[in-house]
T-cell receptor, first 115, second 116 residues
């Protein structure tokens, strides 16, 4: 089983719909992240959470919200989807070794298309 | 401001050729971390290496090697004797200690195509 699981893997929806992307992990990591990938732009950070009570905006948080329901779960919501939110979305997790953040481990991605 | 630039958008080589992927970064922090990730055609992101800013020693892992030079703010990745399975998009990324090393800033990626 995958350590970082994203659901759904693919989603096609219409403009204006509310969408939730879910991420769960079995790695026991405190830190979780949401990124989006667009061609030619690499990955950009949307939101991140260093523990259950911590939520932080990333580089491109407008139009998105998140919920950290438990250590293992971190959901990304698009309240009213628009076509330019069509992208590949990745969830990632990382742990700490002392004070050093460990490399992030990524889920397999969710391909989201908004018509 | 922090930034990562991968100027090579696409590279095409023939199998067994050596290939170097360039990465140039910008940061004001004196302590930071550099990463390379591989994204094969299947889409997942695979961690390859992390380097700390205070450790400029180059690293070799099989056919992969990394050249970190603080003087030029570069962290280049070389694949020796490339193989078709090396075909992927490769991302360089940076995180700063002031962000507890947590926030990754990615470059645009370099798509490597290795032809038989």
């Amino acid at each position: 089983d995958a350590d970082v699981t994203q659901t759904p893997r693919n989603r096609i929806t219409k403009t204006g719909k509310r969408i939730m992307l879910e991420c769960s992990q079995t790695k026991g990591h405190d830190r979780m992240y949401w990124y989006r990938q667009d061609p030619g732009l690499g990955l950009r950070l949307i939101y991140y959470s260093f523990d259950v009570k911590d939520i932080n905006k990333g580089e491109i948080s407008d139009g998105y919200s998140v919920s950290r329901q438990a250590q293992a779960k971190f959901s990304l919501s698009l309240e009213s989807a628009i076509p330019n939110q069509t992208a590949l979305y990745f969830c990632a997790t990382s742990g700490l070794s002392g004070s050093l953040n460990q490399p992030q481990h990524f889920g397999d991605g969710t391909r989201l298309s908004i018509l | 401001a922090q930034k990562v630039t991968q100027a090579q958008t696409e590279i095409s080589v023939v199998e067994k050729e050596d290939v170097t992927l360039d990465c140039v970064y910008e940061t004001r922090d004196t302590t930071y971390y550099l990463f390379w990730y591989k994204q094969p055609p299947s889409g997942e992101l695979v961690f390859l290496i992390r380097r700390n800013s205070f450790d400029e020693q180059n690293e070799i892992s099989g056919r992969y090697s990394w050249n970190f030079q603080k003087s030029t703010s570069s962290f280049n990745f070389t694949i020796t004797a490339s193989q078709v399975v090396d075909s992927a998009v490769y991302f360089c990324a940076l995180s700063e200690a002031r962000n507890q090393g947590g926030k990754l800033i990615f470059g645009q990626g370099t798509e490597l195509s290795v032809k038989p």
